[in-house]
């Protein structure tokens, strides 16, 4: 797709995080993390528009997203808007609703959506929990406010490549390069974000760091709700309170161009 003179790979919704070392240590986590997930088909998510239409100033997006082979479903209604963002610039307003259908046993990677940008955007600043990575069951060390870096060296480069790099609470983000950038600002739930020169499935299938390239994209990951990292390999499963299964979710953004 594009927009404007600007060239995208559109946005989905995104349920898969690349299994980490804590999704595999044990038949416990396998069984109700890793090997579930993947048998649940997370990673291969086939994604059909189901109704476009127009609600006032409002086009409303239906999308059904599923693997093959298996009853479980999300529904994801997708609301955009043309608004003029403070700066005074054109932009528009998401206003995404996730529901889930069917029998859903497997804990989630993340719920939110995923979207391809041009490769050069590579430069991120953004206003949240940082600067190293951050999950739900994981932030502590992490300090509010506003930071800035490279893509490349927003990746954990894991022996066993896998899952890293997510911060949480951003409340605006802006990931540009010399030919202009994306900005966008979250209005209310406050989600967390990856951004990334390859795919969660590469990541998974790649046995070493060296054998991840990028692929001529900016992969930019927006979770509405993210799964924790839990201690598996050395301890116990994340707690009850952290664990991530499908539910009804909502996200609220604000995009432009710079």
Known sequence: MTWGRVGLVAPVLDLFRA??????????????????????????????????????????????????????????????????????????????????????PAMLGRIGVTMGLPAEWTHVSWFGLGPAENYPDSQHAAIWGRWNGEVADLQTPYVMPQENGLRQGIHELTISGSSGGLRLTADGNWPAFAARPWTSQALMNAAHTWELEPDGHTWLTLDAVSAPLGSTSCGPMPIMSHRLYAQPVGLSLTLSLV
């Open 19 to 104: 299994p980490i070392d804590n999704d595999r240590a044990s038949s416990l986590a396998r069984t109700n993390i890793g090997d579930v997930a993947l048998a649940a088909g997370l990673d291969r998510l086939v994604h059909t528009t189901m109704s476009v239409r127009d609600e006032g100033d409002d086009l409303v997006v239906v999308t059904r997203s599923a693997a093959a082979a298996t009853s479980n479903s999300m529904t994801t209604t997708w609301s955009w808007r043309a608004v003029q963002t403070d700066d005074g610039s054109e932009g528009v307003h998401l206003d995404l609703h996730v529901d889930p259908h069917g029998h859903w």
